[in-house]
């Protein structure tokens, strides 16, 4: 089991930038896959970006040019970088680690963008 902790959720007017962490308590972090989910109220969950152990990394289209998702292995946690943040983007974010079949989840945290 790895327990996934995301932060740095929060308010942030259209335009504005917010960073997301994800804290992951496992020794094995650079060995697994991670990945950044939304899900806003009424929609489904949709894949927002993913980091590879590789550091190979990819983006929906919807994100592309504005939100970076990287990793610290040495601190076994993954970011989420958004910019030039969209009414659109409001959602509660979850992170997740893949590792052949496992896989696992965070509690999510919400972003809001609103004026």
């Known amino acids: 089991q790895v327990q996934l902790v995301e932060s740095g959720g929060g308010l942030v007017q259209p335009g504005g930038s917010l960073r997301l962490s994800c804290a992951a308590a496992t020794s094995s972090f650079s060995l697994y896959d991670m990945a950044w989910y939304r899900q806003a109220p009424g929609k489904q969950r949709e894949l927002v970006a993913t980091i590879t152990m590789t550091g190979t990394t990819n983006y929906a289209d919807s994100v592309k040019g504005r939100f970076t998702i990287s990793r610290d292995n040495a601190k076994r946690t993954v970011y989420l970088q958004m910019n030039s943040l969209k009414p659109e983007d409001t959602a509660v974010y979850s992170c997740?680690?893949?590792?052949?079949?496992?896989?696992?989840w965070g509690q999510g945290t919400q972003v809001a963008v609103s004026s």
């Open positions: 997740n680690a893949g590792f052949g079949t496992q896989s696992y």
